[in-house]
């Protein structure tokens, strides 16, 4: 199953992790290349907040989905981290979601390419199942 996802749901998921977040005092928001990047470039535009190369401690982090973990692990030991997904796969436990889907569910994010969707989805299987080995 497949959600094709539009720029109005991702400016309602800024929308909600900036107000989120609005009471916070933050030394950046930084984005996991790809799909994180995105976030943070409207996040630090809606929080008037620089934004970062690399993560750092007392900024907020972001990406647009939680999967395995892998990628947010990186920086789960950092000292006063605030950690956004768009979408979470699993019910979060350390980090922030706006939305939990099935771990099923495929999603096409607005900056994604449509017409590569069938390639990404079969070139991320086999690194799962790569990963997994």
Known sequence: MMRILSWEEFDVCVEKISCSCSDKSFSGVYGFPRGGLCLAVALSHS???PLLDVPRNFSLVVDDVYETGKTLSEVSEMRGVTTFVWFSKVQPTWWN????VSPEEW???PWENKQLVEHDQKAYLRSRLLFND
Do not use: E
């Open 47 to 49: 929080l008037d907040i």
């Open 97 to 100: 979601a706006v939305q939990i």
């Open 107 to 109: 999603l096409l994010f």
